[in-house]
């Protein structure tokens, strides 16, 4: 029988490590463990664990990755945990590998943070450090009022004047697309894409490289959850309208909820993206990356958590009641205590997953 597909979803990181690392070993698939060099808040150990099945030397390769942004990591490994456990493994495709990523970012998952351990977001992580990082000069103006030193009810109400007295300036859409937009200044603030690729970041790459070197076609989902409508999943692909790539991501992930990044534009990737850094290192291998997004609560809720979150780690005390709180709030911003979102956010998942699965025989 069947399980609810919302008993997939985990409590904590060591339950959903623990239902995935089963749900592996009942499918007789090898774990390869990539052991993080920390520890975890009860002192557990924390890994990217990573299956494959299917031909391993195929030229077609589907991947997915949950927890690239840590505590957004339950319904990822829900839905790598459930694909496993309803033994969808025997139904993929001939001539197709297929290979899922738990925890990229098991650090963030431990801690129920959205960024690793040195405060870092992992997507936007994935700039070519080759060459200067992007200044952001419009975050730098506003840090002070996006990060406050004091989180009391008076430091918060000056914060928020000064971001409202920006939006009313500037607009909404800017204010938003300069905070989340990713910033490479100020190690101590939200969305820092850090100065040199984290832990996560390399072994992303080296367990993509490990498992696409004959590969000429390479889809991959990556889960997340806090933007957007509750329970809807938006597709969002890097690429230019009218581009080939584009075209063919279309038909793979399903013209059905899927909005187009451009290179530039209102409606344009983040500096350190993932799906474009992957898509770089990977190149010339033909690259379908599929962030899809998973709305939870208001946008303004999901951002005082990471805010509060952010100032806890900072300034505050892991033990207090506020800490718990703060916990708590983060939780059910990124996964919903609510059977009704699992389950539609899990059959939308699969839906998507099946498609690209699919499709990608096609390409």
Request: hydrophobic letters at 40%.
């Amino acid at each position: 029988m069947i399980p609810a597909p919302h008993s997939y979803f985990a409590a904590t990181y060591i339950n959903a490590r623990q239902n995935f690392l089963t749900a592996a070993e009942e499918s007789g698939a090898a774990v390869t463990k990539h052991i993080h060099p920390l520890k975890g808040p009860r002192g557990e150990e924390l890994a990217l664990d990573v299956v494959a099945f299917g031909d391993l030397d195929a030229k077609k390769v589907f991947v997915t990755m949950s927890a690239t942004h840590g505590g957004e990591g339950f319904l990822g490994s829900a839905a790598q945990t459930g694909w496993l456990t309803e033994g969808r493994y025997h139904d993929i495709p001939k001539g197709v590998a297929v290979v899922l990523m738990h925890a990229v970012n098991p650090h963030g998952f431990a801690w129920l943070r959205r960024v690793t351990e040195g405060n870092v977001d992992l997507n936007r992580n994935f700039l070519d450090y080759a060459e200067p990082v992007p200044e952001k000069l419009e975050y730098d103006r506003l840090h002070a009022a996006i990060c406050p030193d004091d989180w009391t009810n008076s430091a918060l109400k000056e914060a928020q004047n000064i971001l409202n007295a920006y939006s009313e300036e500037h607009g909404q859409k800017t204010l938003n697309r300069v905070v989340m937009g990713g910033q490479f200044s100020r190690p101590d603030g939200v969305f820092y894409g850090g100065t040199a690729p984290t832990w996560s970041r390399i072994n992303i790459l080296a367990t993509l490289d490990a498992h696409t070197a004959n590969a000429d076609h390479i889809a991959l989902i990556d889960f997340h959850t806090g933007l957007g409508p509750s329970g809807h999943g938006e597709c969002y692909i890097v690429g230019s309208e009218g581009d080939p790539g584009v075209e063919k991501a279309n038909v793979l992930w399903g013209d059905n909820g899927v909005t187009v990044l451009a290179s530039s534009g209102r409606q344009q990737a983040h500096a350190g993206y993932n799906l474009t850094g992957i898509a770089r290192e990977l190149a010339p291998k033909a690259f379908y990356g599929n962030t899809l997004e998973f709305g939870t609560h208001p946008l303004n809720d999901v951002y005082h958590a990471l805010r509060a979150d952010n100032w806890l780690h900072l300034h505050g005390d892991l033990n207090s009641d506020f800490a718990a709180k703060t916990k708590a709030e983060l939780k059910e911003a990124f996964s919903p205590d609510s059977d009704v979102w699992r389950e539609a956010v899990y059959t939308r998942s699969m839906d998507v997953w099946d498609h690209g699965l699919r499709n990608l025989v096609n390409l």
